[in-house]
């Protein structure tokens, strides 16, 4: 993760639903688990420029990948995905090193940084791209997101129900080049100054994590 806390201190409004030229770009293959103690995870929550800050700014977390999941079509785009009709979300692939940061804190970082009340939408964000989703691995993981969602439920934060999907991981396929560290390359972006900066900002105060200095 580059410098990003150095932009965010230098902080038009936009839909993250951006028109991009897909032109001569190449599609990353995505990182790999690179050691015995590190794990990935898969969550979608709205836009992935959002996921991805949320995710990288943590203690633990080598890095967030931009990209879609959940779908039936193979090797998606950005521009069919934002169609509806590839029935993937917006998502980040996150890897973390399990003896610094649990996935029961990555779940609990998750709910913390969007709100998972809101059906097929985060904010401006509209669409089935950008629904709450957490995907897990194994019967573990899902007894963690679960419980998770039990604590929110049963702690009345929300006057709605929560919508967030529990489905089993399946593929991830990286997004295009230009919306990897979208936030750092584009500060001056409508969108990153007014939605995704202030929302992250609202997480650093809404999460009782650590994170990375």
Request: proline share 3%.
């Amino acid at each position: 993760m580059k410098n990003l806390f150095a932009i965010i201190a230098l902080v038009t409004f936009s839909s993250c639903a951006q028109s991009q030229s897909s032109s001569n770009l190449k599609i990353p293959l995505g990182s790999k688990v690179k050691s015995a103690n590190e794990a990935m995870a898969v969550f979608g929550e709205g836009c992935f420029w959002h996921a991805e800050i949320v995710f990288q700014s943590l203690a633990g977390v080598r890095d967030a990948v931009s990209g879609y999941a959940g779908g039936t079509v193979a090797k998606p785009d950005y521009e069919t995905v934002c169609t509806g009709s590839t029935g993937h979300a917006e998502v980040v692939q996150v890897f973390y090193d399990t003896t610094k940061i649990s996935y029961e804190t990555l779940v609990k970082a998750f709910f913390a940084s969007m709100d998972p009340t809101e059906l097929n939408r985060q904010g401006n964000d509209e669409g089935t791209q950008y629904r709450s989703v957490a995907f897990y691995q194994n019967d573990r993981e899902k007894q963690i997101i679960d419980a998770e969602i039990k604590r929110i439920t049963d702690s009345k934060k929300y006057s709605h129900k929560i919508v967030t999907q529990v489905l089993p991981y399946k593929t991830f396929y990286a997004a295009e080049d230009y919306h990897q560290e979208y936030i750092y390359h584009h500060p001056e972006n409508g969108y990153v100054q007014n939605v995704s900066i202030p929302d992250y900002l609202e997480f650093r105060k809404e999460f009782k994590g650590n994170f990375k200095k």
